[in-house]
């Protein structure tokens, strides 16, 4: 579901709706679907020089990460991967011609499980069964924060690289 033109949430004094509205690619952002929809099987595990990763890196990337974070939220049992292993793709190319579909739905379909998270619970209650080193409290609200920069780091990464390889639709 893109809402790039969807309007603002009317006042912003609605947290919930607002951080929703801003992981949809809300003002700043032209959203993981602009940038990683439509590109060529070609050019998705395509490295090139002075960039670290290809498109199919960072949207798995994306994809791995911000499942975690779900899965970190919700789950008191939760694991996290080994990192940075964990986190990233074995390999600059998708292991299959439909891997790259597949992960950029799933990824849509976890954003709108981290909204619908965000939406109806409480963002500033800590997880009780999370805490940092320091015993700094984990919340929804850190969780929706942390999805929304780390996503749009990696789209402007997306964006650039797209430029780079000649396919940005812009």
């Known amino acids: 579901m893109s809402t790039r033109n969807a309007k603002p949430p ?3 004094t609605d947290l919930a709706e607002h951080l929703c509205w801003s992981l949809r690619g809300g003002y700043a952002h032209c ?3 602009t940038a990683f929809r439509e590109v060529d099987g070609g050019v998705q595990g395509r490295l090139l020089d002075r960039f670290e990763h290809s498109l199919w890196q960072l949207l798995e990337h994306l994809r791995l990460c911000q499942r975690d974070l779900i899965d970190y939220s919700v789950r008191p049992d939760h694991v996290s991967p080994e990192h940075p292993v964990g986190y990233w793709p074995a390999t600059p190319e998708p292991p299959s011609l439909v891997a790259y579909d597949e992960a950029l739905a799933a990824y849509l379909a976890d954003r709108e499980e981290l909204c619908g998270s965000i939406a109806g619970g ?3 209650t800590p997880f009780p069964h999370a805490a940092g080193p320091d015993g700094e409290p984990r919340t929804l609200l850190r969780t929706a924060t942390i999805a929304l920069d780390h996503q749009a780091y990696h789209i402007g990464q997306a964006v650039t690289l797209r430029k ?7």
């Not at 780079?164 to 812009?170: K, T």
Request: hydrophobic residues 45%; charged residues 10%; contains cysteine.
């Open 10 to 12: 009317a006042t912003h």
């Open 31 to 33: 959203g993981v679907e």
């Open 122 to 124: 409480d963002l500033l």
């Open 164 to 170: 780079a390889l000649g396919c940005w639709p812009g």
